[in-house]
C-alpha cells in the first residue's frame, strides 16, 4: 500500500467519524426537544391572571415650567399613587418563579413615573400574589397635548392612566424548569375626579379622595 492510499484512508476515517459525532449530536438534540414539547403538551402552562384591585393617588400636580422658542408652554407632572396588583397561577400542575417584575404608571403612552422593582416570587398552584407598590414620578416633562389633554380630562372628571407591569417569568413542572419567557401586563385604571365632577365643586383643587378608583379591573397579559 502506498503512502498516499494511506493518507486518504485516514482522512476517510477522520470524515466518517466527524459525520457520526455531527449525527450523535444532532439526534441528541432532537431528543431533547422532543421531551420538552411533549412535557409543554401535557402540562399545557397557561398565563398568569393580573387584576389592578385598587389605585391610591397621593398626589398627581401639574405645573407650567416656561415656554419654548417656538412658543409653546411646557409643563410637569408630579405624581405619587400605590398601585395594589394581584397575580393567580390558573396552571393545575405547574408552577411560576417570577424572577423580576417592573410596576410603572403611563398616561396616553407616556411613562409618568419611574419603575418600582417586585420582589421575586414562587408561585405554586392555584396560589395568589398580592402587591402593593408606591410608584411615583418627579417633575416629568409632559408634551404640550399630554399638558392640555391631562387638565381637560380633570377637568371634565374622568382620568384614565395605565398600570403595565413588564419583566421576566419561568415555569416549574416537577423538576423540569422552562427558559425565561417575557412577561406584560397592562391594567387600565379610570380614576374619578372629584366624585365626578372634576375641577369643579366644593372639592376643587385636590385633597383626600379627590381621584377615585373606580373599581377592580382584568389586566391585559402576553407572555
Same mark, same amino acid.
Do not use: M
Given at each position: 500500500m502506498s503512502i498516499k492510499h494511506c493518507e486518504q484512508h485516514k482522512d476517510?476515517?477522520?470524515?466518517?467519524?466527524?459525520?457520526?459525532?455531527?449525527?450523535?449530536i444532532f439526534g441528541i438534540l432532537i431528543l431533547l426537544l422532543l421531551i420538552a414539547l411533549i412535557v409543554w403538551?401535557?402540562?399545557?402552562?397557561?398565563?398568569?391572571?393580573?387584576?389592578?384591585?385598587?389605585?391610591?393617588?397621593?398626589?398627581?400636580?401639574?405645573?407650567?415650567?416656561?415656554?419654548?422658542?417656538?412658543?409653546?408652554?411646557?409643563?410637569?407632572?408630579?405624581?405619587?399613587m400605590q398601585a395594589t396588583i394581584a397575580a393567580r397561577n390558573g396552571n393545575e400542575r405547574v408552577g411560576i418563579y417570577y424572577d423580576r417584575a417592573d410596576v410603572y404608571a403611563e398616561y396616553?403612552?407616556?411613562r409618568i413615573t419611574v419603575p418600582t422593582s417586585l420582589p421575586p416570587v414562587y408561585q405554586g398552584h392555584p396560589d395568589l400574589t398580592v402587591w402593593s407598590p408606591f410608584l411615583s414620578g418627579n417633575n416629568v416633562q409632559l408634551p404640550p397635548y399630554l399638558a392640555v389633554s391631562i387638565t381637560q380630562d380633570e377637568t371634565a372628571?374622568?382620568?384614565?392612566?395605565? $398600570?403595565?407591569? @413588564? /419583566?421576566?417569568?419561568? !415555569?416549574?413542572?416537577?423538576?423540569?424548569?422552562?427558559?425565561?419567557?417575557?412577561?406584560?401586563? *397592562?391594567?387600565?385604571?379610570?380614576? $374619578?375626579?372629584? @366624585? /365626578?365632577?372634576?375641577? !369643579?365643586?366644593?372639592?376643587s383643587g385636590g385633597g383626600n379622595g379627590y381621584f377615585r378608583f373606580q *373599581?377592580?379591573?382584568?389586566?391585559v397579559v402576553d407572555v
Open positions: 476517510c476515517e477522520r470524515q466518517r467519524l466527524y459525520r457520526r459525532c455531527c449525527a450523535a403538551l401535557v402540562l399545557r402552562p397557561t398565563k398568569p391572571r393580573f387584576y389592578l384591585n385598587d389605585l391610591t393617588v397621593v398626589c398627581l400636580n401639574v405645573t407650567t415650567g416656561g415656554s419654548y422658542a417656538s412658543g409653546y408652554s411646557y409643563s410637569f407632572l408630579t405624581v405619587t396616553k403612552g407616556l372628571g374622568y382620568l384614565l392612566v395605565t $398600570i403595565r407591569v @413588564d /419583566g421576566w417569568i419561568r !415555569y416549574k413542572a416537577g423538576a423540569f424548569i422552562t427558559g425565561h419567557y417575557h412577561l406584560r401586563v *397592562r391594567c387600565p385604571a379610570l380614576l $374619578i375626579v372629584n @366624585d /365626578g365632577r372634576g375641577s !369643579y365643586g366644593s372639592n *373599581r377592580a379591573a382584568a389586566c
